[in-house]
């Protein structure tokens, strides 16, 4: 599986259906939407999601401590 570091490609991850390198720190699906046959198993969308979800409880926590 190519989406984990591999020599010379430190902190990158690879996008399987566009064939390219990403940041592993900016990591951001380009087509979320769109299906994805390898969408189970990559690093760049699960990353995505993880930072949605943290934004989306801490904004949660910040309009639950302000009522």
Same mark, same amino acid.
């Given at each position: 599986? %190519? ?11 690879? +996008? ?13 699906? $380009? ?5 994805? !046959? +390898?969408? !189970?198993? +990559? ?5 995505? $999601? ?7 409880? %801490?904004? %949660? ?7």
């Amino acid at each position: 599986m %190519k989406e984990f570091v591999q020599s010379g490609q430190r902190g990158k991850l690879h +996008c399987n259906k566009f064939s390219q390198w990403v940041d592993a720190g900016a990591a951001e699906c $380009t087509q979320p939407d769109e299906y994805c !046959e +390898c969408r !189970e198993r +990559c690093g760049i969308y699960f990353l995505m $999601t993880e930072r949605m979800r943290s934004v989306n409880k %801490k904004t %949660k926590e910040e309009h639950d401590a302000s009522l």
